[in-house]
């Protein structure tokens, strides 16, 4: 079984969602918010329209820890989804082609 294909319960996901949710409330997600930029697009923007989003995401096994755990704009969040880092980077290189 390829890592990456693991079945995640849903009670494992509400579990990792409810420590995102405290990661948001502590000084250092305050801290990473504060410049306003994008991880993934590196575009300025107020910091409280900036997101959370899990590199490695939860329904594929990732967790709600500060090492997975980056800021991003809502149009970068929306456009990842559940997709891996390389899967990220594989699509934005066709985009840049297009």
Not at 3 to 13: H, K, V
Request: charged residues 35%; hydrophobic residues 30%; aromatic residues 8%.
């Amino acid at each position: 079984m390829n890592t990456f294909d693991l079945d995640i319960d849903e009670a494992t996901i509400r579990r990792e969602r409810e420590k995102a949710r405290a990661l948001r409330k502590q000084d250092w997600w305050r801290n990473r918010i504060a410049k306003g930029v994008c991880y993934y697009c590196g575009k300025t923007v107020p910091p409280k329209e900036l997101t959370l989003d899990h590199l490695l995401p939860l329904a594929r096994g990732g967790r709600s820890s500060k090492g997975n755990c980056v800021p991003a704009c809502k149009d970068c969040n929306n456009r990842k989804r559940d997709l891996l880092p390389l899967e990220w980077d594989t699509y934005l290189q066709r985009l840049k082609e297009q």
